[in-house]
T-cell receptor, first 115, second 110 residues
Framework: NAGVTQTPKFRVLKTGQSMTLLCAQD?????MYWYRQDPGMGLRLIHYSVGEGTTAKGEVPDGYNVSRLKKQNFLLGLESAAPSQTSVYFCASSSPVLGAGETQYFGPGTRLLVL | RKEVEQDPGPFNVPEGATVAFNCTYS??????FFWYRQDCRKEPKLLMS???SGNEDGRFTAQLNRASQYISLLIRDSKLSDSATYLC???????????FGPGTRLSVLP
């Protein structure tokens, strides 16, 4: 049981290049999320998904696209990377628990540097 | 006003000290509350959920005051291994909209 995994762990891009970050979870969770974390700002939600085939925008969606073709995978795409997208990206998953708050489980993060 | 605010920190305390973290949230419709811990260059991990009646887990005690929209975390007898950033997290509904505070960094000194 690996939990939540992310690939790659680290990447350097040039401005204008594209890339896809992959998140996979083996806990059969319905919900998956992509966050970015920048110094002094905490985690900010980029996009999320409440089930296979569905996605929705979070707080900071501009410049990113996502897809959830399989329940266990959630992909984050950058079509044309910008230096402002230099950040640490975390994927998370959760499952609703009636009568209790959900717990999010995070992947180890992807460090992205855009030059 | 930010949706979730925390003590700015950092907190530098000696081993064995008691330290308290405070968190306020702006959305009165918030339904569930958590404290997460994040070690340097690692992912956040759940420390504890926060219930209306308050809850305790060993040296850690969490309290929720819905009327004041305030959450607290108390760490007693702090250990070197407690050094981390503590994140206050508020959820306004199932499956979406976890809002994270900026975190408060704790350094426990020998």
């Amino acid at each position: 049981n690996a939990g939540v995994t992310q690939t790659p762990k680290f990447r350097v891009l040039k401005t204008g290049q594209s890339m896809t970050l992959l998140c996979a979870q083996d806990m059969n969770h319905e919900y998956m999320y992509w966050y970015r974390q920048d110094p002094g700002m905490g985690l900010r939600l980029i996009h999320y998904s409440v089930g296979e085939g569905t996605t929705a925008k979070g707080e900071v969606p501009d410049g990113y696209n996502v897809s959830r073709l399989k329940k266990q995978n959630f992909l984050l795409g950058l079509e044309s990377a910008a230096p402002s997208q230099t950040s640490v990206y975390f994927c998370a998953s959760s499952s609703p628990v009636l009568g209790a708050g959900e717990t999010q489980y995070f992947g180890p993060g992807t460090r992205l540097l855009v030059l | 006003r930010k949706e979730v605010e925390q003590d700015p920190g950092p907190f530098n305390v000696p081993e064995g000290a008691t330290v308290a973290f405070n968190c306020t949230y702006s959305n009165s419709a918030s339904q569930s509350f958590f404290w997460y811990r994040q070690d340097c260059r690692k992912e956040p991990k759940l420390l504890m959920s926060v219930y209306s009646s308050g809850n305790e887990d060993g040296r850690f005690t969490a309290q929720l005051n819905r009327a004041s929209q305030y959450i607290s975390l108390l760490i007693r007898d702090s250990k070197l291994s407690d050094s981390a950033t503590y994140l206050c997290v508020v959820n306004q509904g199932y499956g979406q909209n976890f809002v994270f505070g900026p975190g408060t960094r704790l350094s426990v000194l020998p």
